[in-house]
């Protein structure tokens, strides 16, 4: 049973890119985080980054036959991309939306997401945390 942890455009910089608004811990990190989330119950994750749309459309349908649900942070890819929402419609997956930042105290540009319409959960401003709580949230959807 396995999870794909989809993270988007600059989420590589992560511990770097603007501390003060995403914090100090690293991709890495963050991905460890959901790794040991998902341990608990019985799920793997497949890490993802890409800072390349077609990249991140291609692994949300190779999950369809590989995966049992999505957790995704687009990046800025949330406020512009119609393709990445299609994509999570058309595998039929139960996706989470996370973002580290409370977008919605932001630039009125990153209150938009084309991919909230299609996700099961949004988790928004729990900072890295917010993966954690996205793993738990998909295992629930799933019933574990
Ligand atoms: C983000 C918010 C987006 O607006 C921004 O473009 C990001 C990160 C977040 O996690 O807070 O790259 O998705």
Not at 138 to 143: D, E, F, M, R, S
Request: aromatic share 4%; charged share 15%.
């Amino acid at each position: 049973n396995t999870i794909l942890l989809l993270n988007g455009p600059n989420l590589n910089l992560l511990g770097t890119r603007e501390p003060e608004i995403y914090g100090h811990d690293t991709l890495a990190d963050v991905e460890q985080l959901a790794r040991d989330t998902a341990a608990a119950y019985g799920l793997e994750v497949r890490a993802v980054q890409s800072n390349h749309e077609g990249v991140l459309i291609d692994a949300i349908h190779e999950a369809r036959t590989t995966a049992a649900g999505i957790i995704m942070n687009p990046g800025a890819f949330t406020h512009t991309s119609v393709a990445l929402a299609d994509a999570i419609s058309g595998v039929r997956l139960p996706a989470i939306e996370v973002h580290i930042s409370n977008v919605h105290k932001r630039e009125a540009f990153r209150h938009h997401s084309y991919i909230s319409p299609v996700a099961s959960s949004i988790i928004i401003g729990a900072g890295v945390h917010g993966y954690k709580l996205a793993v738990q949230q998909l295992a629930h959807l799933l019933g574990k």
